[in-house]
Structures are given as structure tokens and as C-alpha cells.
């Protein structure tokens, strides 16, 4: 059985029907359950008369319900946003506020206080709390539905909701399940929270092939044995993943292809894998396949894939991203005339139809090139020998353990602290990889700064995902400013590390 997500059915539903579909961390259900709990849940977001275009917030971590939850969402042609427990109530509250939705479908046991219609539970209840208004807020093309809104980092305080549509997603599988070399024998281990698209990857392949999907939460990753050991347990064939959530496990003795002989392929998305880490992963996995892949959210997960051989780990320092998918443009604006390197941008149909309700940003990042949409990334890349290379970002923009985070959504939250005068925040880096977020803060005269710290300390978590949280706050008497009248961060970043040294 596999979900044929062209023509919205479960397909083949005779065949592999008690196979795991999903392995969650409450519980595992079979395909056939998938398949009777999934068109229960249609059958509820319809009798609730949810209007095409009115988005429904998923709430959960790693539960079986989750990935169900968005499958009937898709089925249903009804946007969802998923929302990870993870995540502070304060920011699940702006995110329902801005979009106005009316359901709830909670996936888990723990009470949600916010202002809803209705609050579906994974037991198939149904709550409702006042009349619901679905008019005024309905969203997208009926010709090209959205299929979600995921929200990610954002550079004002408040987090961007990155639209994605139906065709989008379409393209996506369409290639993936095409060209990827997977197949419904694979199990695809799922590590990532659903806030973060690359654990959608996996979710996708897993239905549209008719695979299994092997979820594990943070609190699970947190034992490196334990988590291996379900790995093991569920025979995964497919790691997908941040290359620096890989590289903590390079040094386990139980990471390697004796201890893990189904795990055929690696495939690492949302940051630059380094050399380093694909070499390692060669040694310690004979025959395994390592991919890297590269897409920002706003293209629909992935847009570039490579096999990285030897061969290619021996001639590149830096890897290469790889090709683009069919359909698609990469597109380099030069910085420079001469320059081989510049901004990367993103042509096809996969392509995000713009930030939720950020017209602004929408003018300056999306446009329409030949016909169809195209993203500005912020990614700078060259391409060379027929292939594409990603060389960081160009703005505040990083990624940190897989996260996408906008460094001035974090000074933004700091500066609002009435003892702050002015703070920057900045990434700490070796080797091209981001270590630590440092935030740097003036505080303004007679301020007590072990009183300010203790103060951050309390609130930050309130408002930002913990792997927002800056590792350090230092205090410093100003800024130190370049030749161009801009803060010169290496030059903090460097007085910062000869302070350390000293202490």
C-alpha cells in the first residue's frame, strides 16, 4: 500500500496492509491503520465545513498522530502548520493570532490555551468552543491550493511563514520517489522536528513509496545508545538528516555498517556538509550511498541532489551541492562582474508563493523570471564542472544544528529588556561551522548586568525555541566599527576569544 498523493487515494490498499507505516514515539500503526485513522480525520476536517484555504496548526513532537494529521490535511486539500511542542506558547500564540486559525488538531496530551473553534484530539474527539469564523481568514489559489505554512526564523522578532503549495509538493515527490533510488522497502528514519522541513522529506517519500517512517524525539536522540538501538530495532535503511546531527555520532562504537548493516544511504539536507564528515561516514559505512542535498524552505524542501563519491571527496575541499531538479533554474547574480561567485537563485514551480502576510519581504525576495516564480536566497554559489557549490550565507541569516536562524530576531527580543541600550548578535565559527551564538549588549548606565543576564536567561526561553538561545551574553562598552561605519563582528568575535583565553 502507498499514498498516491496525485490523485489524493491509499493505493494498492490490499497489499503490505499490517507493514509498520509509522513508528511513533507513543506508539507504531500499520498501514491499514494509517489508512482507516487518516480518512476518519478527512471526514471530521469535512463535517467541520473547514473551507479551502483555512489553515489548521498541527501541534505535537514526534508523535504517530502528527504525520497522519498532515496526510489528511494534504488528502483534504486543507493547508496545515505544524507547531513542535518545542516551541514557547508565546510563539505558538502569534502564530494563531496572525493566521486566525479556527482547529486545533492535538496530537498530544497537554492542554493548549489559545483562543480556537474547534480542538481535535488523536483519539478522534472533537472539541468545540465557540462558533468558528473561517471567512476572513482563507488563504491561496483554489487552482493551486496551499498544502502548508511553515513558519521559520525572522529577521523583526516575529517568525516568517513560508507558503507552500500543493503543485510544489507535487514536484517534489514526483522527483524524489523518481530519481532518488528509494523504494518501498525503506525504512526512513525521521529525526527532525516537523517544524523543520527537512523531517518533511522523509514523510513524503515514506507515504508516496509505501515505506515505514521511523520518528524519534529529542528526548530519545538525547541517548546516543538508545537511539541507535531503535535504528536496530526497525532495521532503517535511510538516514536523513543535518550533517552536524551525523558528526555527533561518528564517534559512537556502535555508529558503523557491522552494528547498522540495513543503513544504506545518508542523505543530508539544511546545511554544508563538510568534507570531513562524508569521509568519515565512507569509513565507518562501507558501500553506503552519502548524499547531499540543498534547498531552502521557500523550494519546497530540496532543490539540488549529488551521490558524494571518493572520488569527489578526494578532488573538493568544499563538496559540491550537486544538479538541479528537473524543471528548475538555478540562477548566479554575480556580486561582481569578474567574480565566479553570487547570490543563488531559485526558478521552478516549487518555488514558495511568498512569505504569509509580509508583502515587504515578498518584493524584495520572490519575483517571476520567464514565467515562473523565482526565490532570492541569500546563499552565495558558483557553479563549476557542471555542478553547483554553496559557499555560506551573505547575510545574518545561519544555520545552527540544522536550524535556520535569523541572528536579529535575537537582538530584536534583547533590546526589547529596558536595561539594554544596543546588542548585535553573532555566530561563532570554526572551520566555516557555526559553534555558538553570542549575543553582544551596551547596557545603559548604573545596570546591574548579573541582574540583566539572570533576567535574559528567564525570559529568552519565553520567546524562542531553545536552539535559539544565545550560548553566551557579553557585555562589552561599545561596538568596534569598521572602515565602512559598520559593528566590525569579527573584531568582536576576537575580543571576545582573547577574553577567554585570559580568565
Known sequence: MYYDFTQNIFADSTVNRTKIAVAGSDTDISWEQLQLRCLQLVDMLKKLDIPQGHPVLIFGHKEAYFPLAMLACMHAKIPYIPMDKIYPLERIKKIAESTRSQVLINCTTTKLELDLAYTIQSDGTCTQNFIPNFIEAIYGDRNDPLSYIMFTSGSTGEPKGVQI??????????????????????????????????????????????????????????????????????????????????????????????????LHTFLFIGEELPNRTAASLKKQFSGARVVNAYGPTEATIITTFIDITEDIIEKYASLPIGFAMPGSELLIQKIEPDAKEGELIIVGDHVSTGYFKRADLNKDKFYVHNGKRAFKTGDLAYFEAGMYFFLGRNDDQIKFNGFRIELTEITALICKHQAVKDAVTVALKRNKEVKKIISFIIAKPDVDELTVVAELKQNLPLALPYYMIPGDLSFVKEFPYSLSHKIDKNKLIENYLSEKLST
Open 165 to 262: 503549495t500543493r503543485n510544489a509538493v507535487l514536484a517534489y515527490i514526483n522527483w524524489s520517489t523518481r530519481d532518488f533510488g528509494f523504494s518501498e522497502k525503506d525504512v526512513f528514519l525521521n529525526p527532525a522536528p516537523f517544524t523543520f522541513d527537512v523531517s518533511l522529506s522523509d514523510v513524503l517519500l515514506s507515504f508516496a513509496l509505501g515505506g515505514s517512517l521511523v520518528l524519534c524525539s529529542t528526548e530519545l536522540i538525547s541517548n546516543q545508545v538508545l537511539f541507535l538501538e531503535r535504528l536496530k530495532k526497525y532495521a532503517c535503511t535511510v538516514w536523513t538528516s543535518t550533517p552536524s546531527f551525523a558528526y555527533l555520532f561518528l564517534r559512537n562504537q556502535l555508529f558503523n555498517s557491522n552494528e547498522l548493516p540495513g
